[in-house]
């Protein structure tokens, strides 16, 4: 992927998953990880399967303003700059219908790592994304059970994973935000939704490979600036990498 070679792309929750798919398929690019030694795991399966460009582990817990603000450094000393920002960590939970004695906790849960570790995450890469000579791209790793739109109109179906799909509904509208926000006019943001994958966020359930799932992201990461319109939602269908907007 040489028209992306030069780019620092840095992926948060790429351990495992669609954010280590995205790896694989950019293959070349700053990974982030809670945890260092599952990010060397992560890097020696890439390699196990032939992947021999550069992959740099960052450790990031997006939850912790400290660890962020140590991945940002990371990034600045051997980078000076950031090109693309994949916000991809992520979690679900799905409380009891009977006792709710946990259920603060657990929206509290899904809404930190959902919501406002991806704003804390944006606000602290912002200035490293200026930096960007390329103009820098934030890419969100929403789900289509954040349009507002597909659950009313009944087009997807209820959902048990109600926080969750409620995270991302909020996450939508965080992105849009920030794109009207006049210091961010030279960084873009897009939303994407990976369809429903095979991982452990929901128990191995989902019906697509994590790579056909990270195309969204890898179109949008080779994709020029301006192809897409600023601050859109996006999937894709099959194994086809065009993307197709997602309602709000
Ligand atoms: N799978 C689907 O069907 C589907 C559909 C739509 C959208 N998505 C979205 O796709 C993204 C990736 O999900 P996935 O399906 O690949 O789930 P996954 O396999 O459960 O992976 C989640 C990733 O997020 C990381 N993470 C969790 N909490 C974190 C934290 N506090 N700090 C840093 N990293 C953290 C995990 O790291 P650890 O291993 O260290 O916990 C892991 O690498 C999520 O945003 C999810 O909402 C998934």
Redesign the pocket.
């Known amino acids: 992927m040489s028209s992306i070679a030069p780019r620092v792309i840095l992926v948060?929750?790429?351990?495992?998953?669609?954010?280590?798919?995205i790896i694989q398929a950019l293959a070349s690019h700053p990974q982030?990880?809670?945890?260092m030694k599952?990010g060397e795991e992560a890097i020696q399966e890439l390699r196990s399967k032939g992947i021999t460009s550069v992959v740099q582990p960052v450790t990031?817990?997006?939850?912790s303003d400290m660890s962020i603000r140590n991945a940002v450094n990371v990034v600045q000393e051997q980078h000076g700059q950031l090109d693309v920002l994949v916000?991809?960590?992520?979690?679900?939970v799905i409380p009891s219908a009977s006792d709710f004695s946990d259920w603060r906790g657990l929206y509290a849960a899904v809404y930190d790592?959902?919501v406002t570790?991806v704003a804390l995450t944006m606000a602290h890469f912002l200035p490293l994304l200026r930096q960007s000579p390329h103009g820098g791209r934030v890419i969100n790793?929403?789900?289509?059970?954040g349009s507002t739109t597909l659950s009313s109109s009944g087009l997807l179906p209820s959902t048990v994973a109600i926080p969750?799909s409620v995270s991302?509904a909020a996450l939508n509208l965080l992105t849009v935000e920030m794109s009207r926000d006049a210091a961010n006019k030279d960084v873009e943001f897009q939303l994407v939704?990976?369809?429903?994958?095979?991982?452990?966020?929901?128990n191995y359930r989902?019906v697509?490979d994590?790579l056909e799932?990270a195309n969204v992201v890898v179109g949008l990461v080779t994709a020029e600036k301006a192809q897409y319109k600023n601050a859109g939602f996006s999937e894709t269908k099959g194994a086809s990498m065009d993307l197709v907007e997602i309602p709000w």
């Open positions: 948060t929750g790429a351990n495992r998953g669609i954010g280590l798919a982030t990880t809670k945890d599952k990031i817990d997006v939850t916000n991809n960590a992520g979690y679900a790592i959902n570790s790793v929403s789900s289509a059970r969750y991302k939704s990976p369809g429903h994958c095979k991982t452990a966020l929901n989902g697509r994590p799932g």
